[in-house]
């Protein structure tokens, strides 16, 4: 036993995260659930906060809360100076883009329906084409249904294989000289599998479309440079990464931002305001009307510096490594499916799995008296759902506190479960 102890920190220290390090900055990890250490396995949906960030938010509130870019006294201009900081600190986060590309918004969802209500509405007409994936998030995909539907344009989808990836051969047929936006989730939320963004990106800019990329679940997990990979919009939320809620990015190119309408109209998003006229403020302060969430954006800051301090190469080596293991722990488990790519180099911490003879959400709930925390359901994807022939499905998704002791607890009280319903 204790040599196994060794080892998995042996084996956390290798990748460059030890977890075990990592979790002692996450007060919440220390918390007791129906008498067991809490074991968090749904950060898919949400993450945990290091103390950094809550201290972020509590010292922005006892030290500098004030409203941003309108005000001429200290506060205003320390609040406004910390809340500009982080959007220069997310414009190098995702790759070296211009702060005026930056976008806060209130989460990736806003992010989407932002692009799709000024982009998508001037854009996108009758006829014309939208390629989306069978794999989005409802978040990527009621925008693109609705503006399909208002618009009279046409939603196609890239179909996915048998284990689990996009089906690119089929992407050159579904391209066409009509398609005038590719929308694309950057790594699954069910199935985990991540996406050759730089790849669709080519191919979509060659037949002339924008590209769209979700990457909610990508950027707290890999390293991400938007630039690199050439996309036009890219969308993502601090909550899933460390950060507060209540904060998302839209990260657009310039050149396409200028020409968008405004999304929110109302304070702080004009230049000039006559009773017969409105002419709008430069960018990226066009597409933020209203007070934002000042705290939340200034404690972000605190998130993205923590993620630097553990580097995203090791962040994703760390989830690498883990989800090898979950994946080759979970073949011990009698009938259990797995879904996505087997390969955990294809793919990213979600692992979604259902077992033939009990439902995910009875699995949940057992799992939750033993203290561990995964999340059972759709998971915002129903077209997927069908596609996979399920109604739901069980579902871990790993992050830097997890270890594989965290692994080693979910098998142990799957294997208890299935004693509970006697098979
Ligand atoms: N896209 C994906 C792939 C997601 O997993 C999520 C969150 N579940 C979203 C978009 C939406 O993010 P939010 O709820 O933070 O707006």
């Known amino acids: 036993m204790h040599q196994d102890i060794e080892n998995t920190k042996a084996a956390s220290r290798t990748t460059g995260v030890d977890s075990e390090k990592v979790r002692a900055d996450f007060p919440i990890l220390n918390r007791v659930i129906n008498g067991h250490r809490l074991v968090y396995l749904d950060n898919a949906a949400s993450s945990q906060k290091p103390t950094a960030v809550i201290d972020a938010l509590t010292r922005y509130y006892t030290h500098t809360n004030a409203n941003i870019h309108r005000g001429l006294h200290t506060l205003a201009e320390e609040a406004t100076a910390a809340y500009e900081r982080t959007r220069e600190h997310t414009a ?3 790759g070296g883009v211009k702060q005026s590309e930056v976008i806060f918004t209130n989460g990736a969802t806003e992010a989407i329906n932002l692009v799709a209500a000024t982009w998508g509405e001037d854009n996108v007409g009758e006829g014309d084409e939208i390629l989306i994936t069978e794999m989005e998030h409802h978040a990527n995909l009621v925008p ?5 539907q208002r618009k009279k344009a046409i939603l196609r989808r890239i179909p996915l294989t ?8 089929e992407v050159s047929r579904l391209i066409t000289d009509r398609t005038r936006l590719v929308a694309f989730t950057h790594m699954s939320n ?6 050759p963004v730089k790849q669709l990106t080519e191919q979509a800019h060659l037949a002339g479309a924008a590209v769209l990329v979700d990457g909610a679940q990508a950027v707290p997990h890999l390293p991400v440079n938007v630039v690199d990979d050439g996309v036009d919009f890219y969308a993502f939320s601090s909550h899933k990464m460390l950060g507060p809620t209540g904060v998302g990015v839209l990260y657009g190119r310039e050149e396409l931002l200028e020409k968008m309408r405004p999304y929110n109209t109302g304070g702080e998003m004009i230049r000039e305001v006559r009773f017969d006229g409105v002419t709008f403020n430069d960018l990226p302060h066009k597409f933020e009307a209203g007070t934002p969430n000042i705290a939340g ?3 972000f800051d605190a998130a993205l510096t923590y993620l630097e301090n553990l580097g995203m190469e090791s962040v994703r080596q760390h989830e690498i490594e883990l989800t090898g293991y979950a994946l080759n722990r979970l073949t011990e488990i009698p009938g259990l499916e797995v879904q996505g790519p087997v390969d955990p180099l294809g793919r990213g911490g979600v692992i979604s799995f259902t077992d033939p003879k009990i439902h995910p959400h009875d699995i949940s709930t ?14 915002c994807a129903q077209p997927l759902m069908k596609v996979m022939g399920k109604v739901a499905t069980a579902r871990a998704s790993l992050y830097v506190y997890n270890g594989r002791d965290d692994i080693d607890a979910l098998i142990e009280a799957l294997m208890e479960t299935r004693r509970y319903f006697g098979i």
Do not use: E, M
């Not at 693109?144 to 399909?148: E, K, P, S, Y």
């Not at 069910?190 to 996406?195: K, P, Q, S």
């Not at 057992?366 to 998971?379: E, F, P, T, V």
């Open 92 to 94: 190098r986060f995702i």
């Open 144 to 148: 693109w249904v609705l503006l399909a």
């Open 162 to 169: 048998s284990d689990g990836y996009l089906n690119l051969p």
């Open 190 to 195: 069910v199935l985990g599998t991540i996406n």
């Open 297 to 299: 954006v200034v404690a």
């Open 366 to 379: 057992l799992l939750d008296s033993r203290g561990i925390a995964i999340r059972a359901g759709h998971h």
